[in-house]
């Protein structure tokens, strides 16, 4: 065991990887979100992840590695700026896309000729990885669209006993998924943001990547409506004008999501005041939108943090669990 502080986690660390090697699926702990993690040369066992997340088969996976030279059994054609990529920001919460090599299974892909590869920053997540010695596919370990899970308790929530194995490593330090960098095309380009910013990306490849547009390769999180709560979610610019005068007494509460506290709690209101520290907020998000869910409440309004250097991901994920919708403004 290369860490010795998981030497006592090493019969669990074993079994985990035995369970991958018999096709079945293991949650485990990346330092963005929990993964439900399988086989990525599995069929049988990639097509469960499929059918367990109710996830379109359309919709490609990432493939998670021990380290950087893996990625040569599974993308082809690697241009040398991956290699610069990998040198600064892996192990790490950037995953890259390239061309797929030769055997790769459309599973793995969503059909297309790329694939997504990252070597995550968790140690435990190395531990199992390095124990499995091969690629573990691995969307986040929640229902497709739904919140992703950041602790094992969200994964229980979300599955119960239909994963074979649940490694727990308590709350992620990140919490929001990986940035996703497109370099299958002619010119590099951002397909999800995350917490290698765009400027951080810039420092290696010599311009900062634009956001892609249309025509991009499908990538995970990035339809319209993605990170949903149970609870409706409306963005709002000021929460406390949106509540002056409501929820009529007797309705079931509001919810609140803001960097402020109020003046005056409003009636009928729960309230949490969210970090100013984009990072806090990014690893906080999704724990505070189950909680929220657990409240029974009619709405939550979520007021916009700043447009501002480091919130670009907080903003995309919760645009995407409003339902793509704009806020009010």
């Given at each position: 065991m290369s860490d010795p502080a998981l030497t006592h986690r090493r019969a669990e660390i074993i079994a985990a990887a035995e369970v991958w090697r018999r096709g079945g699926l293991v949650a485990f702990p990346t330092e963005t979100v929990y993964g439900l993690g399988a086989d990525a040369a599995n069929e049988q066992a990639l097509a469960r992840i499929f059918a367990a997340k109710g996830r379109p088969a359309d919709h490609p996976l990432i493939v998670h590695v021990a380290a950087a030279r893996d990625i040569e059994r599974w993308a082809r054609?690697?241009?040398?700026?991956?290699?610069?990529?990998?040198?600064?920001?892996?192990?790490?919460?950037?995953?890259?896309?390239?061309?797929?090599a030769p055997g790769?299974?459309?599973?793995?892909?969503?059909?297309?000729?790329?694939?997504?590869?990252?070597?995550?920053?968790?140690?435990?997540?190395?531990?199992?990885?390095?124990?499995?010695?091969?690629?573990?596919?691995?969307?986040?370990?929640?229902?497709?669209g739904r919140v992703s899970a950041t602790s094992a308790a969200h994964v229980v929530a979300e599955f119960g006993t239909t994963v074979d194995c649940i490694v727990d490593d308590g709350p992620c330090t990140v919490g929001l998924e990986s940035t996703i960098l497109d370099l299958s095309g002619p010119q590099p380009r951002v397909l999800r943001p995350g917490a290698v910013s765009r400027t951080a990306l810039g420092e290696i490849l010599g311009a900062v990547p634009d956001i892609a547009g249309a025509g991009a390769p499908r990538a995970p999180g990035r339809l319209a409506s993605h990170y949903v709560p149970d609870t409706p979610l409306r963005l709002v610019t000021d929460a406390a004008a949106e509540l002056a005068g409501s929820p009529l007494p007797g309705a079931k509460p509001t919810a609140v999501l803001a960097l402020r506290a109020?003046?005056?709690?409003?009636?009928?209101?729960?309230?949490?005041?969210?970090?100013?520290d984009p990072a806090i907020y990014g690893q906080q998000l999704y724990a505070r939108l189950r909680e929220v869910d657990s409240w029974d409440c009619d709405l939550?309004?979520?007021?916009?943090?700043?447009?501002?250097?480091?919130?670009?991901?907080?903003?995309?994920?919760?645009?995407?669990?409003?339902?793509?919708?704009?806020?009010?403004?």
């Open positions: 054609e690697i241009p040398p700026v991956a290699w610069r990529l990998a040198e600064r920001f892996w192990p790490g919460p950037l995953t890259l896309i390239l061309k797929r790769v299974s459309a599973l793995v892909t969503g059909g297309q000729d790329t694939v997504g590869l990252r070597v995550p920053r968790h140690p435990l997540a190395l531990a199992l990885l390095t124990a499995f010695g091969g690629g573990i596919a691995a969307p986040s370990a929640n229902r497709f109020p003046l005056a709690t409003p009636l009928n209101c729960r309230w949490v005041r969210m970090s100013d939550l309004l979520v007021e916009l943090p700043p447009r501002a250097e480091g919130w670009e991901a907080v903003h995309d994920r919760l645009t995407r669990a409003s339902g793509g919708g704009s806020p009010d403004c």
